[in-house]
Structures are given as structure tokens and as C-alpha cells.
């Protein structure tokens, strides 16, 4: 895969299998509160709020869970304030890499980010050093499932509104989107019945970085570290590894 950010596609597939639950509920909530806060607390009129809503019902988050965190983020609750914070560095081989944390604490976030990167063959960046490679994009993973074939599919994504549709991937068509067009090619593929399993705002690169052996390993050691630390939201990357590579 070249020319998107493959690590949300091994994320997702990871996690249908995470059973770091409690960790999955813990990003969700934060993103959460941050996006009422900014945006206000009606999902329909706040398309980032919408998305994390989605997000948690489809972790089977349950809906008191929700409503509390929208009221912290509006101030009907009282709650811990976050921080937006992106960091920018590089991977093994030289590797983009894109961070949005959501931290209570910059202080303390900002060296241990700079201590993941460094563990584990990369180094942190400054602020644009690599944001120029990555165009703001939507994203939505529909599962090949044969129900659909690839050109049927495209004709429906494309009439909805999309840019492209990808399937490199076995398990996934990848539909992109213009950011502010995600939710409206979704719900059009699902008035059509087609599932959507996942809809997300994605940061796809212009150009990919491929790695092989030791440093593809390396490479998927150092996203694993950045996507079990709690502050560390989102990660992308234009790094570009085999099949093989991710199964080892």
C-alpha cells in the first residue's frame, strides 16, 4: 500500500482483536470532551464530535459513559482539560511520522514522545518538519465481504460524493473523501446497505517511505509504542511494508 497512511488500516485490524478495552474507552473519551468542548455538544452539528460518538458505539461503549463525557467537554460536568497537541519526527529509514496527543500535562508528554522515538529508531521532529507530506482526508473501511463487487462499489462511492476507492488491501475497500464530506458519503453507502465499519478523519501522504527487515519491524514497533500510550490519539505515517513484514 502507497500513498495512504497504512497504519489505520493495521490499527483497525488490530483492534478487533484489542482486549485493552478500559485504554480504547480512556482515547475515546478524551477525544470526546475535546471535541464538545471546541464544537459544542450536538453530535449533528459538530462532524468531529460525530465521529468520536460513532467511534465509542462501535467499541460498545455504553451511552451514560458518552453523555458524561460530552457534558465535561460542554462544562456541565466538571473534568480535566486537554490539550491538542501534534508532534512531528521520524521513523526507521527515514519515515514520516504525525502525532495528535491530547495531554493534561505537556510537560510530561513531549519527552516521553521524544523517548519513544528515540527507543525505537526514530527521532522527533520540529513543527512542520514532515505536516507538508500529509493532506487532511476522510477515510472509510468497508469490509470485503463479496456482498459488493469493486465496480458496483465505486459507482456508489463515487455518486455519494468520493474521491477514490482503494483495494489494495484483502480485507478492505478504502473509500477516501474530502474531510468535510465524510459523513455524508457514509451514511449515502449505508442507505445503499453497504456496512461501513469504521469512518474516520485521516492524514494521507503524498509520497511513501518503503521498509524492509529489520527496519519494517522496527517500524511497527514504534507505532504499537505511540498507540499504547494514553495521550497519543491518532498516528500517521507514509511508511510502506509488506504483508509479510506485519505477520511476523
Known amino acids: 500500500m502507497s500513498g495512504h497512511n497504512k497504519w489505520s488500516t493495521i490499527k483497525?485490524?488490530?483492534g478487533r482483536e484489542d482486549a485493552k478495552r478500559g485504554k480504547i474507552f480512556t482515547k475515546i473519551i478524551r477525544e470526546?470532551?475535546?471535541?464538545?468542548?471546541?464544537?459544542g455538544g450536538d453530535p449533528d452539528g459538530n462532524p468531529r464530535l460525530r465521529s468520536a460518538v460513532q467511534a465509542a458505539k462501535a467499541a460498545n461503549m455504553p451511552a451514560d459513559n458518552i453523555k458524561r463525557a460530552i457534558q465535561r467537554?460542554?462544562?456541565?460536568?466538571?473534568?480535566?482539560t486537554y490539550e491538542e497537541v501534534f508532534y512531528e519526527g521520524y521513523g526507521p529509514g527515514g519515515a514520516a511520522v504525525m502525532l495528535q496527543v491530547l495531554t493534561d500535562n505537556r510537560n510530561?508528554?513531549?519527552?516521553?514522545?521524544?523517548h519513544l522515538f528515540?527507543?525505537?529508531?526514530?527521532?522527533?521532529?520540529?513543527?512542520g518538519c514532515v505536516s507538508w507530506l500529509f493532506a487532511r482526508k476522510g477515510l472509510l473501511l468497508v469490509p470485503n465481504n463479496k456482498e459488493f463487487g469493486e465496480e458496483e462499489l465505486m459507482d456508489f462511492a463515487l455518486e455519494?460524493?468520493?474521491e477514490d476507492l482503494d483495494v489494495d488491501d484483502p480485507d478492505f475497500y478504502r473509500v477516501t473523501t474530502s474531510a468535510d464530506e465524510l459523513h455524508q458519503v457514509k451514511d449515502a453507502l449505508e442507505a445503499k446497505g453497504i456496512t461501513v465499519e469504521a469512518a474516520q478523519?485521516?492524514?494521507?501522504?503524498?509520497?511513501s517511505t518503503a521498509l524492509e527487515g529489520k527496519r519494517a519491524q522496527q517500524m511497527l514497533r514504534l507505532m504499537d509504542a505511540f498507540d499504547d500510550h494514553d495521550d497519543v490519539q491518532n498516528i500517521w505515517?507514509?511508511?510502506d511494508i509488506g504483508d509479510d513484514a506485519i505477520l511476523e
Open 73 to 80: 467537554g460542554t462544562g456541565e460536568l466538571p473534568g480535566v
Open 118 to 127: 528515540s527507543k525505537n529508531g526514530g527521532n522527533l521532529g520540529e513543527t
Open 160 to 162: 455519494a460524493g468520493a
Open 237 to 239: 505515517s507514509n511508511f
Open 108 to 114: 510530561r508528554t513531549t519527552p516521553e514522545v521524544r
Open 201 to 207: 478523519i485521516d492524514m494521507q501522504p503524498s509520497t
Open 32 to 39: 470526546i470532551t475535546v471535541s464538545a468542548r471546541e464544537g
Open 12 to 14: 483497525h485490524k488490530k
